[in-house]
């Protein structure tokens, strides 16, 4: 079975500053899905960012980019130039594309970001 | 789009009563999840549906929960009977084909 896990329970940041927050993920399947999903304190999930298997290039939205190594199953996000509305629970998801499971998201524990003005 | 719309979004009941959240999924959106997060066990996948049939319920905690998919644009999530530790909140999500998936606000369960 798939596992996704984040080490890092806790993270904090300067405003204006970067910060990377790590995810690895076990997995036998060579097609998938990987999330990076944003909860602020208003509990609603945001997807960040989304990255296929497939695709070699990392994706990017605006200040936010993956470093997606899928030798090493590891797919960590960077924020560029932290904003106080970033801070918030982010959580790392994997999606299988196989078998009768290929609809369910495996989440990670969740790394909750302090942005410090 | 309005996105997918869940209430209510707070619910307060006693144990014993009939529970039931419900969700609008984004319209065109071929697969429907509802989730469950807790402090102590995270995010669980309780059950999803494809096309309204389910498809997989494995994630049901036992049979006081049921889920049903009556069409394209309305699923229900019921506990009969509630019990405190269902207090969580719920989370339903659409997503089109295999693709990223789009969560509602949540409801906030708490049974007394």
């Known amino acids: 079975a798939q596992t996704v896990t984040q080490s890092q329970p806790e993270m904090s940041v300067q405003e204006a500053e970067t910060v990377t927050l790590s995810c690895t993920y076990d997995?036998?399947?060579?097609?998938?899905?990987l999330f990076w999903y944003k909860q602020p304190p208003s509990r609603q999930m945001i997807l960040v960012i989304r990255?296929?298997?497939?695709?070699?290039q990392n994706a990017t939205e605006n200040r936010f980019s993956v470093n997606f190594q899928k030798a090493a199953k590891s797919f960590s996000l960077k924020i560029s130039d932290s904003q106080l509305g970033d801070a918030a629970m982010y959580f790392c998801?994997?999606?299988?594309?196989?078998?009768?499971?290929?609809?369910?998201?495996?989440f990670g524990k969740g790394t909750k970001l302090s942005v410090k003005p | 789009d309005a996105g997918v719309i869940q209430s209510p979004r707070h619910e307060v009941t006693e144990m014993g009563q009939e529970v039931t959240l419900r969700c609008k999924p984004i319209?065109?959106?071929?697969?429907l999840f509802w989730y469950r997060q807790t402090m102590m066990r995270g995010l669980e996948l309780l059950i999803y549906?494809?096309?309204?049939?389910?498809?997989?319920d494995s994630g049901m905690p036992e049979d006081r929960f049921s889920a049903k998919m009556p069409n394209a644009s309305f699923s229900t999530l019921k506990i009969q009977p509630s019990e405190p530790r269902d207090s969580a909140v719920y989370f339903c999500?659409?997503?089109?084909?295999?693709?990223?998936?789009?969560f509602g606000p949540g409801t906030r369960l708490t049974v007394l």
């Open positions: 998801a994997y999606r299988t594309t196989y078998g009768g499971s290929q609809g369910n998201l495996i």
């Open positions: 990255q296929e298997a497939y695709k070699q």
């Open positions: 319209s065109g959106h071929d697969y």
């Open positions: 999500a659409s997503s089109p084909r295999r693709d990223t998936q789009y």
């Open positions: 997995t036998s399947e060579s097609d998938y899905y």
């Open positions: 549906f494809n096309n309204n049939v389910p498809i997989d």
